[in-house]
């Protein structure tokens, strides 16, 4: 599968904003689809993810009740809704998917970047304060 993120800018604090990443190869029926962000001097962490099936949500606590993860395996698209940003939101972000094969209702997402096959190329959000 190949990622393409998109929809990073500028924007002020309390502000919001939608990330979007594209798949094409196979499916993304076959994934569980995950955010993670970067900035500057810090390890990439993560920041939420979806099952393959979309019935399972996960979160980090710093942006849980903020951000939202949505799945759409029909269209091949997931989607990172950012609401309340703040400063230490900013960073680059990278939409990655694990590769899950069979029944995923007891998936939990890794928060290791090593668990994950694909990665989009990133996509910078800043929070100006």
């Known amino acids: 599968v190949q990622l393409q993120a998109s929809g990073g800018g500028v924007v002020q604090v309390g502000a919001f904003l939608r990330l979007s990443c594209a798949a094409s190869?196979?499916?993304?029926?076959?994934?569980?689809m995950a955010w993670f962000r970067q900035s500057p001097g810090k390890e990439r962490e993560f920041v939420a993810a979806?099952?393959?099936?979309?019935?399972?949500?996960f979160y980090a606590d710093s942006v849980k009740g903020r951000f939202t993860i949505s799945k759409d395996n029909a269209k091949n698209t997931v989607t990172l809704q950012m609401n309340t940003l703040k400063p230490e939101d900013t960073a680059v972000y990278y939409c990655?998917?694990?590769?899950?094969?069979?029944?995923?209702?007891?998936?939990?997402?890794?928060?290791?970047?090593?668990?994950?096959?694909?990665w989009g190329q990133g996509t910078l959000v800043t929070v100006s304060s």
């Open positions: 190869g196979l499916g993304l029926a076959y994934y569980a």
């Open positions: 990655a998917a694990d590769r899950v094969i069979g029944y995923d209702g007891d998936y939990e997402a890794p928060k290791s970047t090593s668990e994950y096959e694909a």
């Open positions: 979806s099952s393959r099936s979309t019935l399972r949500s």
